[in-house]
């Protein structure tokens, strides 16, 4: 009932209506002008309220953030799942539409759009471009493709692209971590560092210039 009624309105809403975005930037921009004042505030809140547009519709959203992040993680399994169908005898539009039955989630969505479309007679290179916005995919892609233009054994490059990509997603796990330890050691150095100050440099300086005075 609550798609239905958020379905109504967006039909019921003009074309020209300001979006949640345009409004939250037009607020931003009244802000500045009320703010501002003058010919200047208008101006300036103009250009709050385009910069401030601009900036928010960058702002990946979280549902879509967390379905990327899923996907790029369910990849290497994919690969490796498909490797193993592929190794069975199975053809690549069944082996295809088996993981994506066997995995679930947001990538299994686009790997049964993938089989089916091989499944209709589309092209490779057609059926593939479903798994272009994930990260990652594209090695998997580039051998499927390969592998449909030359013949050569989709199984053992499924294998290297699932390896080459648990490898990288160890890699930037341990870069990670190693940025969340400098971070978290930056913010004990700034508390004390005014302490260091205080303690060992500000008697010094005290003690020369009693001694020069």
């Keep these: 009932m609550r798609g239905l009624g958020a379905a109504a309105s967006d039909r019921a809403r003009p074309h ?7 409004s939250v930037a037009g607020l931003a921009g009244v802000a500045v002008v009320l703010l501002v004042g003058g010919w200047s505030g208008c101006l300036v809140g103009a250009v709050t309220a ?30 490796d ?11 690549v539009d069944r082996s295809v539409l088996a993981v994506a039955d066997a ?5 299994a969505e686009r790997l049964d759009r993938v089989g089916r479309t091989l499944l209709l ?18 090695r998997m892609v580039t051998a499927a ?27 930037a796990a341990e870069a990670s971590a190693r940025r969340a330890g400098v971070l978290i050691v930056l913010p004990l150095g ?22 020069v005075l």
């Design 145 to 171: 493709l390969r592998s449909s233009r030359s013949g050569a054994a989709l199984a053992g490059a499924l294998t290297r692209v699932a390896d080459d990509l648990r490898a990288d997603r160890s890699t």
């Design 121 to 138: 007679g589309g092209g490779p290179e057609e059926a593939w471009a479903h798994l272009g916005p994930v990260p990652g995919a594209d």
């Design 103 to 107: 995995l679930g989630g947001p990538l």
């Design 81 to 91: 799942l498909l490797a193993a169908a592929l190794r069975a005898g199975a053809p």
């Design 190 to 211: 700034l508390c004390f560092l005014p302490a260091f100050i205080l303690a060992g440099l500000v008697p010094v300086i005290v003690a020369v210039l009693g001694d």
């Design 50 to 79: 385009l910069v401030a547009d601009r900036l928010l519709r960058r702002i990946e959203p979280r549902v879509a953030r967390d379905r990327r992040r899923r996907e790029s993680a369910d990849l290497p399994l994919a690969a």
């Design 16 to 22: 020209w209506w300001p979006d949640r975005v345009r």
